[in-house]
């Protein structure tokens, strides 16, 4: 199957603690995107990646850093977990830099700090 | 700084019955208008675009400069259409980023 996949699609865990997402593309696109729904269903993004190269950097808590080992996966690691960070991460690429073409999304993973 | 608004958080209709969700945007230059849609259990995906002026699932939405706006519209709703829909925009102005609104969850009854 040709699409944007997400591990974990759920994690739980402490307040204080480091994790990580993975996200993987086979679509051949060249840029990446991760996005934060919240409560509200309200979705915002917080990072772009093209050809490894960061290019959109929207004001996100240093502890959020990502991390693109090759233009096929961009990674999300999260470190001092905060309760407010509890939301669902979504996944996206597309052809192309920037935002302007049909971004194709991951089935999202829902993140839950106790 | 763009941004894009969507009036309405939730819309309930019954099946047969035309539906309308609002889009405003803010946004100084060209715009790029996009719909996007989760359907439950599914992963948000694109309904249409501006540019494409298509017709996908019924639906349509035409970009009205004037009055800043991108209004989907089908005329008569079926119950697969129950989903979260999103309106959203980019624009070389804001870094060729892809803003969001709020999101319409549409429901509709049999």
């Known amino acids: 199957d040709t699409a944007v996949s997400q591990t974990p699609k759920y994690l739980v865990t402490q307040m204080g603690n480091d994790k990580s997402i993975k996200c993987e593309q086979n679509?051949?696109?060249?840029?990446m995107y991760w996005y934060k729904q919240d409560s509200k269903k309200f979705l915002k993004i917080m990072f772009s990646?093209?050809?490894?190269?960061?290019?959109i950097n929207e004001t996100v808590p240093n502890r959020f850093s990502p991390k693109s080992p090759d233009k096929a996966h961009l990674n999300l690691h999260i470190n001092s977990l905060e309760l407010g960070d509890s939301a669902v991460y979504f996944c996206?690429?597309?052809?192309?830099?920037?935002?302007?073409?049909?971004?194709?999304f991951g089935p999202g993973t829902r993140l839950t700090v106790l | 700084a763009q941004r894009v608004t969507q009036p309405e958080k939730l819309l309930s209709v019954f099946k047969g019955a035309p539906v309308e969700l609002k889009c405003n945007y803010s946004?100084?230059?060209?715009?790029?208008l996009f719909w996007y849609v989760q359907y439950s259990r599914q992963r948000l995906q694109l309904l249409l675009r501006?540019?494409s002026r298509e017709s996908i699932k019924g639906f349509t939405a035409d970009l009205n400069k004037g009055e800043t706006s991108f209004h989907l519209k089908k005329p008569f709703a079926q119950e697969e259409d129950s989903a979260m829909y999103y309106c959203?925009?980019?624009?070389?102005?804001?870094?060729?980023?892809?803003?969001f609104g709020g999101g319409t969850r549409v429901l509709v009854k049999p």
């Open positions: 996206a690429s597309s052809q192309g830099r920037g935002g302007r073409g049909e971004q194709f």
């Open positions: 679509l051949g696109h060249d840029t």
């Open positions: 990646y093209n050809n490894k190269e960061l290019i």
């Open positions: 946004y100084s230059g060209s715009p790029e």
């Open positions: 501006h540019i």
């Open positions: 959203a925009l980019s624009g070389r102005a804001a870094g060729n980023k892809l803003t």
